[in-house]
């Protein structure tokens, strides 16, 4: 119960969504997010080294 | 004591290769055998180059799939007034939403990914083609997903969606008001549509392997087989 209540307490999902507005463009707040993490998970996934097995002799 | 066959003494056993090959069947086994070795089918080895974190973006999707087409069953088998009134219906509901939202945000990494080493080249073009059909499929199954929510996000999702769709004029055949259709698209054609397309996108990854980086392969991207991989699935080179 106790998670819930936090992150109730830090996002309010009771309320209309809010937008985000830019020229012609417009986004929720929520999709916004989820294409920057997208773009943040991308980018890690080029530049973060593949953990490799050491092995033996090496 | 003998039993007459009506086969002549002197016939083999199985048939003669000549007119083994005749037969539909054994076309089909030849031509699957073909196309798809056991080895080629599921490799116990891997290129070098796939050690890297992009390449887990298809598997990851196609996990998620899984997830979402479990999750799915199991609120089909159970019912909409289980999945709205029980917490183990919610749960497995949230399930269901969490693992479609994975299972985008997995494949839009996996396009990306596929785009910009143009993972059409070495004669990969149908295995591209049939990525992004089963993109759009999904983001129609993802659509009707909404729609058969039974809340007012749906109400208002539909009726926003049906001036759009009706004015390309397939609101005569998809008629996004109409809950029991939008819900037999959800949960049956679009389902069977997704399975078979990215099953065939997974069987044409196993045929013409793992698209190569710039950097390693030609500049025609020949396909790289098993054959000429170095390391062992699940352990980079």
């Known amino acids: ?48 080294p593949f953990p490799r097995r050491k092995r033996d002799g090496q | 004591m003998s039993i007459d066959t009506g086969v002549p003494a002197h016939a083999p056993a199985h048939a003669s290769a000549p007119e083994e090959s005749r037969q539909w069947t054994a076309r089909m086994r030849h031509a699957a055998e073909s196309a798809f070795p056991p080895d080629q089918l599921l490799p116990d080895r891997q290129p070098a180059y796939m050690a890297s974190w992009i390449y887990v973006f298809g598997v990851l999707t196609v996990v998620s799939l899984a997830w979402v087409i479990i999750t799915g069953c199991i609120l089909a088998i159970m019912g909409p007034s289980w999945w709205h009134v029980s917490s183990t219906g919610h749960f497995v509901n949230s399930l269901h939403l969490w693992s479609v939202e994975a299972f985008f945000f997995f494949m839009v990494i996996h396009l990306w990914g ?57 609101g005569s055949v998809f008629n996004v008001l109409n809950f029991g259709q939008m819900l037999m698209w959800h949960i049956v054609l679009l389902p069977i549509g997704i399975a078979i397309i990215a099953g065939l996108h997974v069987l044409l990854v196993r045929r013409h392997g793992i698209v190569p980086p710039f950097a390693v392969g030609d500049d025609d991207a020949a396909a790289v087989t098993p054959a000429t991989t170095t390391a062992p699935a699940g352990e980079p080179a």
């Open chain 1, 1 to 48: 119960m106790f998670l819930p209540l936090l992150l109730g307490a830090l996002i309010n999902l009771n309320g209309s969504g809010r937008y985000i507005h830019w020229g012609f463009i417009q986004i929720s707040v929520a999709n916004f997010v989820v294409i920057i993490l997208m773009i943040v998970v991308f980018v890690l996934a080029i530049l973060l």
């Open chain 2, 114 to 170: 596929k785009f910009f080493m143009a993972a059409w080249r070495g004669n990969r073009r149908l295995t591209w083609a049939t990525g992004v059909i089963s993109f759009l499929v999904s983001v129609g199954a993802a659509f009707t997903g909404y729609l058969s929510q039974q809340n007012f996000d749906s109400q208002w999702i539909s009726t926003q969606a049906k001036d759009g769709i009706n004015s390309t004029g397939a």
